[in-house]
C-alpha cells in the first residue's frame, strides 16, 4: 500500500466510525422520545407517578394501593378501599378521575394540586401496577 492509499483507507474508516456514530445517536434519541409521548409503562414513566404517589396518595392507600384503616394526623378515623379489589378494578376512569379531581368521603381534592395529565398518568399507574388485568366499565 503506498501512502496515499493508506490515507484514503483511513479517511474512509473514520467516515465509516463517524457515520455509526450518527446513526447510533438518532436511533436512540428518537426511542427516547417516543417513551415520552406515548403511554408506554417504562420504568422511566413509573418512576415519575410513583414519587407523585408516594407523596400524595400513599399515606392513605398504602405502598400497594392495600388501603385499610388510617389514623390521619388531626384524629379523624378514615376506611380507604383496597385499590386492588374487584369492586375497584370495576370502576370506570371517570369516576376515578373525579374522585382525585374533586376528592369525597373522607378523600381530599386534588384539583389545585395535580394537572389532569398527572391524574391521568396515576390512574394508569393504579390500573396496572395494582389492578394487572383489569378491565373497568366504560
Ligand atoms: C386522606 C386520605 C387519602 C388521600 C391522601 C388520598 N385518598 Fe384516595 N381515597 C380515600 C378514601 C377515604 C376513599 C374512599 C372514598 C369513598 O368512599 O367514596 C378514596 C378513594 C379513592 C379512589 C376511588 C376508588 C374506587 O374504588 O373507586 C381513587 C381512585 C383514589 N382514592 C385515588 C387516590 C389518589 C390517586 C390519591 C393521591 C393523588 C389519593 N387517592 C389520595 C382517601 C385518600
Known amino acids: ?6 490515507v484514503i483507507v483511513a479517511a ?3 467516515l465509516a466510525i463517524v457515520t455509526a456514530c450518527k446513526t447510533n445517536q438518532t436511533s ?5 422520545n417516543g417513551n415520552s ?6 420504568p422511566d414513566h ?3 407517578v410513583r414519587s407523585t404517589w408516594e407523596k400524595e396518595c400513599k399515606s392513605c ?3 400497594k394501593g392495600e388501603g385499610g384503616p388510617v389514623k390521619l394526623e388531626d384524629g379523624t378515623k378514615l376506611k380507604v378501599p383496597n385499590l386492588q379489589d374487584e369492586r375497584a378494578r370495576r370502576h370506570p376512569d371517570s ?6 379531581t374533586k376528592g369525597g368521603d373522607g378523600m381530599p381534592a386534588f384539583e389545585k394540586k395535580l394537572t389532569p395529565e398527572q391524574m391521568n398518568d396515576l390512574i394508569r399507574f393504579i ?4 389492578q394487572p388485568g383489569a378491565v373497568p366499565a366504560k
Open 95 to 100: 369516576d376515578y378521575l373525579k374522585q382525585i
Open 127 to 130: 390500573r396496572e401496577v395494582f
Open 46 to 48: 413509573f418512576a415519575a
Open 12 to 14: 474512509a474508516l473514520l
Open 37 to 42: 409521548s406515548s403511554a408506554q409503562s417504562t
Open 1 to 6: 500500500m503506498t501512502k496515499r492509499q493508506s
Open 28 to 32: 436512540s434519541s428518537s426511542t427516547a
Open 61 to 63: 392507600h398504602g405502598t
